[in-house]
């Protein structure tokens, strides 16, 4: 049974907030540094922290509020471990599927498409050609017809790059280089907007820095699906597009969470009501960073983790934003 909260997005005065961040900008620039050097040599003292941050954070979620109505757009992070994969169904019943989770991830994938009722994915998109994020797409791609394929340039020297090109030949869809700035066909009711990678002239990235990033709106609501963008990426966004146009309901925290991405001048530009971060249990990168706890703690930010909460749900009609997780109660 799927444990619901329910939460208005028009719950945190956004003047009241701005003020907090601000605050906390200047707290974190002060404080970075003496952070990393602390902690940098004792992982017991970072898991620690981790856990008592996690802790705050589940007290902190906010309480039911009024039913979401009908048609929503919905987003669900499935739970596939150490792992990137999101369904979207829109209000009018058409998907997609935003990564494919590492290798073994196929089952929970397969289950959740078939639990949406959907026979096809219309469209499918691969953020980048790292394991985690591809690892499954061959099955995916083997299981369903796809509309369109939206990746990036960037091949890999990997046996799951050479299973998911092989795949793509035999599935026969549409394959789309995506660009900053261009929009996703998908349904009218949403607008999928590109908001990276941006590519400058010698100046090279690592992949991660290459990573999709999607914006999606219904609506006065939106998500956001942060890939595994770094810091790097949203400086670059940051510069190339107006706060209006990263603002969203629900930021998919970049690289699972990791202290490398969401950086505060990033995080407030999207302004979240809910973060959500797909990491595995116990995984060996210490994802979710306690410097990214700590910045969703301070800003009153609801946050759930696919390690702790399985699969998670969102439901956005327009104006106000559902919660859905997979676990009744969070450990």
């Known amino acids: 049974m799927r444990a619901e909260v329910l939460y208005n997005i028009g719950m945190k005065p956004s003047l009241c ?38 802790e705050k954070l589940i007290a902190q979620r906010p309480t ?10 919905t987003v669900t992070v499935l739970d596939v471990g150490q ?13 997609m599927l935003v990564d494919a989770g590492p290798s073994g991830s196929f089952g929970r994938i397969d289950a959740a498409i078939r639990e949406s009722g959907a026979e096809r994915l219309d469209a499918v998109v691969a953020t980048h050609p790292h394991e985690d994020h591809i690892g499954s ?20 020297p990997t046996s799951w790059y050479a299973a998911m090109t092989a795949a793509l030949d035999r599935n ?11 929009t996703i066909p998908w349904d009218d009711g949403c607008t999928v907007t590109v908001l990276a990678p941006i590519a400058y002239e010698n100046e090279p990235v690592g992949m991660n820095d290459r990573s999709i990033v999607l914006h999606v709106r219904y609506g006065d609501t939106a998500v956001l699906l942060a890939g595994d963008a770094e810091e790097t990426s949203e400086t670059r966004m940051l510069n190339a597009f107006p706060k209006s146009m990263l603002h969203a309901n629900v930021l998919k925290l970049g690289h699972h969470g990791s202290s490398s991405s ?14 959500v971060a797909s990491c595995g249990a116990d995984n060996d990168y ?8 700590s910045l969703l703690y301070e800003t009153h930010t609801a946050f759930y983790r696919t390690d702790l909460d399985g699969s ?20």
């Open 137 to 156: 797409m061959a099955a995916v791609l083997g299981a369903y017809p796809v509309g369109t394929f939206y990746t990036i340039a960037d091949e890999q």
């Open 172 to 182: 026969g869809c549409a394959v789309c280089i995506v660009k900053a700035g261009m």
């Open 286 to 293: 210490g994802h979710p960073h306690p410097e990214t706890l």
């Open 64 to 73: 039911a509020f009024p039913a979401v109505s009908e048609p929503a757009l």
């Open 17 to 54: 907030r701005l003020a907090l961040f601000l605050s906390l900008l200047l707290l974190l620039s002060a404080c970075s540094g003496l952070h990393a050097c602390l902690h940098a040599n004792d992982p017991d003292a970072r898991q620690a922290e981790r856990d008592a941050l996690s």
């Open 312 to 331: 998670i749900t969102f439901r956005l009609d327009g104006q106000n934003v559902a919660v859905g997780v997979s676990r009744k109660e969070t450990p």
């Open 262 to 275: 969401t950086g505060p001048s990033f995080f407030l530009a999207v302004d979240p009501d809910f973060a």
């Open 83 to 95: 792992g990137d994969c999101i369904l979207l169904v829109s209000p009018s019943g058409k998907t």
